[in-house]
Each structure stands twice: as structure tokens, then as C-alpha cells.
């Protein structure tokens, strides 16, 4: 019983990410990213509502037949919700795709601070970051295609009352988990090959954090610093849950490369440890 609870814990995290935002040497990774969702979430709010409305609009005029007019009251809500959903997934990944850079720094410094354990990326040279760069890229691009299948899915789930938007919420709440423990992954050079059988290994687990993220980012206004919150939530929960089920070396270095020392222990931060920060 209590072990099916630990499960379910996931939430946690997303708090525990919250609480620890305010900590000194982690401030200030968060401020450009905040202001690049202020951007990109506020243009998809003042386009959101009228491409939603009129794309609505369009299709019950022109492709529901006059016979069932009728239906539009039970249609209409429908389709406005799936354009929302369609709009809000494509201005929250550009949000994650623009920021990648930033909250892989945010996670790096998150696993320094509160874990005394410094990643394999942050001792890369400025050089060797640059030469990197085509391999973020390509990981990023991964990932959008993996996500892809299931916004798509996510979509159509939509036009099934409570069953199948429950099921949106649920294939959602997994892409969440994927995306917000990625950078704890990719910054210690686990491939997305390793990160989803470590992921499925712990699917309640992932579950309950993502879930959290989801309902978070559905709050207007407050979802502009809900994505650093879920960044550093999930490094926590990547670091404390996930990486010890990982093997100590990772198996993503650049050729030539091996880390110096296999990861260190975990290392549990009290509140007092918090302050002394």
C-alpha cells in the first residue's frame, strides 16, 4: 500500500521546484526565460481566442449540413476546445524549443546546488558547448517528433466526452514528464533511448508529476513561470527517483569523451542547508 502511494508522489516534485526558484544562484536563470514566455504565451493568448472562435465558425458554416444546425451547440464547444488545445501545445513547445538553452543551464545549476553533483555538461569548454550545439538541436527535434503522435492522438481523444478526455490528459501528463526530466537526462548524456525505459519504469511515478505541470499550465498568467517551476521540479524528481534505477556512465558522450567520475551520491538538502544557500 505504501509503496503503491510512493508512486503517486510525483507531485511533490512540482512543489518541491516551486519552493526552491527563490534560492540565490538560481534567480537569475529564470528571468529570461520568464520574459521569453511572457512573449510567446501572451501572443498565443491574443491570437489563441480568435483563431479558436473564427476557425469555429468557418467549419460549422460551411461544412455542417443545414439539417443538423441543431448540433452546433453540442459541436461548437467541442471544436473551440480543440483549436485551444491545438494553439496551446504548439506556443508551449516553441516556449520549451526557445528556452531549451536556458533551462538546460537552470537544471544544471539546480543538480549543482542542491545535490553538490555537477553534470557532464556543465564542465564542457565554451568550445566544446559550441560543437555541441548540432546534437541539442537534433535531440530537441527528437523529441518534437515523439510528442507529435501523441498531440495528434491527444486531439482526436478530444470529440469523446470524459473517456477519451481523460485519456488527452493522460497521454498529455506523459509528454509533460518526458519534457521536464529530459534536461537531467540529456545533461549527464543519457540518450532518449535510456530516458524512456527509465521513464516507463516509473509510469505512476511520471504520471502524477506531469498531471501536476498540466493543471499548472492551464491557469492563465501564473503558467508564464509554471515552465522554470517544472524544470527544476523535474531535475529533482530525475535526480531522486530516476537517475538511481540509470547506470552510473551514460551512453550519449561526444566520440572521445568520458566523464571523469562516475555521478556522486545523492545529496538530501535540508532547510537549513536551503537558507545557507
Not at 443538423?68 to 471544436?79: D, F, G, R
Not at 514528464?177 to 511515478?205: I, P, Q
Amino acid at each position: 500500500m505504501n509503496e503503491n502511494f510512493d508512486r503517486l508522489q510525483g507531485f511533490r516534485y512540482f512543489f518541491k521546484g516551486m519552493s526552491i526558484l527563490g534560492t540565490k544562484g538560481l534567480r537569475r536563470f529564470i528571468i529570461l526565460p520568464f520574459l521569453i514566455n511572457i512573449v510567446i504565451m501572451g501572443t498565443g493568448l491574443w491570437f489563441g481566442f480568435d483563431l479558436a472562435t473564427d476557425g469555429t465558425r468557418i467549419l460549422t458554416e460551411n461544412y455542417l449540413p443545414g439539417w443538423l444546425q441543431w448540433l452546433t451547440y453540442v459541436i461548437n464547444p467541442i471544436i473551440f476546445i480543440c483549436f485551444l488545445v491545438i494553439i496551446f501545445y504548439t506556443f508551449t513547445l516553441f516556449a520549451l524549443t526557445l528556452g531549451a538553452p536556458f533551462y538546460s543551464i537552470l537544471s544544471e545549476k539546480v543538480q549543482t546546488v542542491f545535490y553538490n553533483d555537477e553534470p557532464f555538461s556543465s564542465k564542457m569548454s565554451v568550445g566544446d558547448t559550441i560543437k555541441d550545439i548540432p546534437h541539442i538541436i537534433f535531440l530537441e527535434l527528437r523529441k518534437l517528433f515523439y510528442r507529435i503522435p501523441f498531440m495528434i492522438a491527444s486531439i482526436l481523444m478530444m470529440f469523446f466526452p470524459i473517456i477519451g478526455q481523460l485519456g488527452a490528459i493522460i497521454l498529455t501528463s506523459w509528454c509533460n514528464a518526458m519534457d521536464y526530466t529530459s534536461y537531467g537526462f540529456e545533461n549527464n548524456r543519457y540518450s532518449l533511448r535510456v530516458s524512456r525505459k527509465n521513464l516507463t519504469e516509473h509510469k505512476l511515478l511520471c504520471l502524477s508529476f506531469g498531471c501536476t505541470v498540466w493543471a499548472a499550465l492551464l491557469i492563465p498568467f501564473v503558467n508564464l513561470i509554471m515552465i522554470p517551476v517544472a524544470v527544476a521540479g523535474g531535475t529533482m524528481l530525475w535526480y531522486e527517483k530516476l537517475k538511481p534505477d540509470l547506470p552510473l556512465i551514460g551512453d550519449d558522450f561526444p566520440k572521445g569523451e568520458t566523464p571523469e567520475t562516475p555521478h556522486a551520491p545523492p545529496k538530501q538538502v535540508t532547510e537549513q542547508d536551503s537558507q545557507k544557500e
